[in-house]
């Protein structure tokens, strides 16, 4: 099961924490979290919290990169830190790593 915690730290500044798998049983939970924040909304900057994801797969990041490139044209930011190495292994492999912006500490990943 897939543990999503939500918190708005400023207007169009919101932090996620992922807990668990993100994978094709936990995806649609995942989408309803993160789609109503995104709608209408311009220059809003979501930073992910993987530090406690303990498994990913292609759906989970093909979600990532989606967010990513909605994000991007509505003004808006996907900053990702907290990656475990075994994830960021599989981010690396599959070039996503390349694209998405990936920080390894919270301070780093906040805009500023």
């Known amino acids: 099961m897939l543990k999503i915690d939500i918190q708005q730290l400023q207007n169009n500044l919101v932090l996620i924490a992922l807990e668990g798998p993100l994978d094709n ?61 075994f994830i960021g292994e599989i981010l690396d492999i599959c070039g996503a790593s390349k694209i998405l912006d990936i920080y390894t500490t919270r301070e780093e990943a906040l805009p500023g």
């Open 25 to 85: 049983t936990t995806i649609s939970a995942f989408e309803q979290s993160i789609e109503p924040l995104l709608k209408g909304k311009q220059g809003l900057t979501l930073i992910l919290d993987l530090s406690r994801l303990n498994y990913i797969n292609s759906t989970g990041i093909a979600r990532f990169l989606q967010y990513y490139l909605h994000l991007k044209s509505s003004n808006g930011r996907l900053r990702i830190f907290g990656v475990p190495d």
